[in-house]
Nanobody, 125 residues
Framework: QVQLVESGGGLVQPGGSLRLSCATF????????IAWFRQAPGKEREGVSW????????WYADSVKGRFTMSRDNAKKTVYLQMNSLKPEDTAVYYC??????????????????WGQGTQVTVSS
C-alpha cells in the first residue's frame, strides 16, 4: 500500500528554521520524483520544490530559492525539506507528493500519484 507521511511542521518565528520529512511506504525510491507543495488559506496549492531520482535534479520556486533545500535518505526511504530564514508568507500546509509511476515530477499536481496528509507550518512572532 503506497503511503506518504509528512512530519516536522510547527510554529516558528520569522528567520527561524524547520525541517520537514516525507516518509514513503509501498514503492521504491530508485525511480521516482518527490515534490513539496504548499497551500495557504484562500490560495491555490503551489509547487515549492521537487527532487527527481533518475537524474538527481532538483527545482525550487523563486520564492524559496536560496532558503529551502531538499535532500533524501534512501535507507530510510525519506525525503526532507530544510527550510531556513522562514518568512510569514511561508505559512501554509505543506504536502508531500510522489510520482512513482513515471518519475517525471513537475509543477502539475496531476503528475503525482500519491499525497500525504500535510503538515502545518506557521511562521509568526
Amino acid at each position: 500500500q503506497v503511503q506518504l507521511v509528512e512530519s516536522g511542521g510547527g510554529l516558528v518565528q520569522p528567520g527561524g528554521s524547520l525541517r520537514l520529512s516525507c516518509a514513503t511506504f509501498g514503492f521504491s525510491l530508485d525511480y521516482y520524483a518527490i515534490a513539496w507543495f504548499r497551500q495557504a488559506p484562500g490560495k491555490e496549492r503551489e509547487g515549492v520544490s521537487w527532487l527527481r531520482s533518475y537524474d538527481s535534479s532538483t527545482w525550487y520556486a523563486d520564492s524559496v530559492k536560496g532558503r529551502f533545500t531538499m535532500s533524501r535518505d534512501n535507507a530510510k526511504k525519506t525525503v526532507y525539506l530544510q527550510m531556513n530564514s522562514l518568512k510569514p508568507e511561508d505559512t501554509a500546509v505543506y504536502y508531500c507528493g510522489a510520482d512513482f509511476i513515471n518519475g517525471r515530477g513537475g509543477l502539475r499536481e496531476a503528475e503525482y500519484d500519491g499525497w500525504g496528509q500535510g503538515t502545518q507550518v506557521t511562521v509568526s512572532s
